[in-house]
Structures are given as C-alpha cells and as structure tokens.
C-alpha cells in the first residue's frame, strides 16, 4: 500500500532489514499525508567521515550571488532581471536510495501495530537527504539545457538561454533577460511546488524592485543593484556583549604600536574563563560569517580567529572593538552598477 511519501507494508513481526534505519516520526497526519516530525533516529551501523561529508548540502557561494548580480547590473540595457525561487517542501521530491522504515503516526488512517512504512521519497532530518534533492535539482535542470559547474555544483548555466543559475537547498536565483526567466520559471513549476519573485528595473508584469535571498536583499535602484547585507549577525553580536547603547568607534580594530607595560601584558595575556572561551568562539564564528559580505572587517576578524583556540582578555578586547565599530554601522550596502 503506497500512502504519500510512504510505502506500508506489514511488520510480519521483525524489524527492518539490517541496511535499513528505522525513524519514528511524529503525529498529524491526515488526508494522506504523513508528518515529517522526527523524534528520534537510530542508525545500527557507522559512516566514514567522508561519507557524511558527501550527504550534506552544498554551501551558498556568495561570490556566485555577487557574480549574478553585476551580471545583472553589467547588462542592465539588456532586460536583465533577477529571479528568486523558493521550492515548498522540496526534498519530498526527490526518490530515497535506500531503506528507510517509519512508524505510521496513530492519527493515520493506515496505521495499525502490524504495519510500517518504507519511504518513496527522502524525509527531512535524514542523513542523505539533502544530497538526494541535490542530485534531484541537477538532473532537472541538466535535462532543460544547463550544464553544472564544476567547481562548485550550487552553479548552473544555460548557453542558449543566456542564463545563470546558483541553487541553495530549496533555493533558486537566476539572473537573465525577462523572457528568459519566465521561460525557466515554468520549466520549474512543472516539476516543483515553487514561490517566485522577480526583480528587476522594468515594468512588466510581476517585477519588483527588491527581493530576498539568503537573508541578504537585493534591489534594483536607478543606479544599478543594491545587496543588502544581513544585519542580524551584527545585532546578536552587540547584544550578547551588552554593547547595544555603547559609544561607537570609527574602525574594526587598531594597529598595536605603543609599547605596553609589563602590567598591561601580563593581564592581557590572562586566558579567558570556559564560559567566556565558548562565548568568544561563538561571536568569532558569527563575525567570521559576516566578514564574506563586509570587507571592512576582515582583516579585525581574522586576527580574532588567530586565537579562538585559547582566547585571553586581549582577545576579548579586539572583539569588544569590533562589536562597537558594528554599533556604529550595523548595516553596511554595496552597489552593482
């Protein structure tokens, strides 16, 4: 019996076969469709390192998003436009590769003591399922005419079309002329449930101006593209160190040339306490993240990274420095044009 993503077939009193995992899922479903709540997970057997590393999502490569924008802005007389996709339940269309065995929630009709599930399709919170969507996204789009990039399979184009794709999850951003994209827009609803938005500087049906992706905003401006950053790293960081309402200053951080005295070093050179470490390391990482988009703190945040194996109260100094440069410019704008 195929019930959704879920196959049932009855228990015959054993469990799952041993290449199999067994997940319990949680209630809520109705009308056919089972929740994709996860409890709890269980695995009987053990991965290579580089075998969970192959399972996991591509990373976002922002310098695609940037390329795709000065395309944009570079051929701005060409009826270029920005198009942002965002697939409903995505990995839910793409078929498992191997067994997968569910408890059949109470609230579904199917469910009775004898019977479980087999997953058709992959099931949020398991191991592969984020490689199996991704291989699902490549064959679709291989098969309208785009050819994968090589080095790095978040990027697509398509010769004919004049169109270049970067792919994040269930995220799509293209940027080509407007015919173009509605062209690809309707090649993915047909294989997908999709939201769209785009954007771009004329008047023709369904444009905007502003768009998200990635939690950054773009946004056609006379001017050419604005990419907004994201500001929320620069505010969680202000207020884990309390700094909201502190004095901004006029730079990341500062070169050290006076000599210091012998007090001075030796309290500067006084580790950090654990709790301090972990939160050190946690608003390095944060900032780290940041620095992809803001070029004016890179070079601060590197030298914070230079010590998050053993941060001490100098190391907590220059991160204080940088969160009171970011009160005074938490958000921070470049133009494409």
């Known amino acids: 019996m195929v019930l959704g993503p879920v196959a049932v077939e009855p228990a015959l009193g054993v469990g799952p076969p041993a290449s199999a995992a067994l997940l319990l899922v949680g209630g809520g479903a109705s009308s056919g469709e089972v929740s994709s709540s996860i409890h709890s997970l269980s695995f009987t057997w053990s991965y290579t390192f580089s075998a969970i590393v192959d399972s996991m999502p591509g990373p976002p490569p922002l310098e695609a998003l940037k390329i795709l924008i000065g395309q944009a802005a570079s051929h701005k007389d060409a009826d270029m436009h920005i198009m942002l996709l965002d697939v409903k339940r995505a990995y839910f269309h793409a ?171 030796a309290h500067g050179a006084i580790p950090l306490s654990p709790a301090m470490a972990t939160q050190y390391r946690g608003l390095t990482a944060r900032a780290n993240y940041m620095a992809q988009d803001r070029a004016e703190i890179q070079y601060a945040v590197k030298e914070l990274c230079r010590t998050m194996s053993a941060p001490n109260n100098d190391s907590w100094s220059k991160l204080q420095r940088l969160a009171k440069y970011l009160a005074g410019r938490p958000r921070a704008v470049s133009l494409s044009s």
């Open 95 to 265: 078929a498992t590769a191997r067994d997968l065995y569910v408890e059949i929630p109470r609230e579904d009709p199917a469910s009775t003591p004898d019977a479980i599930g087999r997953l058709n399709l992959a099931l949020y919170g398991t191991r592969d399922a984020a490689k199996l969507w991704r291989e699902c996204v490549a064959e679709h789009l291989v098969s309208i005419g785009f050819r994968r990039g090589r080095s790095n399979p978040c990027v697509y184009d398509n010769k004919a079309k004049d169109l270049r794709t970067l792919v994040h999850g269930d995220d799509y951003a293209t940027v080509g002329s407007y015919e173009e994209v509605k062209w690809l827009q309707k090649e993915l609803e047909s294989a997908f449930e999709m939201k769209t938005v785009i954007s771009g500087h004329s008047s023709k049906p369904g444009v905007v101006t502003e768009a998200k992706i990635l939690n950054r905003v773009i946004r056609a401006v006379p001017a050419g593209w604005e990419y907004d950053f994201d500001q929320r790293h620069a505010e969680i960081i202000l207020g884990e160190l309390d700094l909201k309402k502190c004095k901004p200053v006029g730079s990341p951080g500062v070169e050290e040339t006076l000599k210091r005295s012998s007090g001075d070093e």
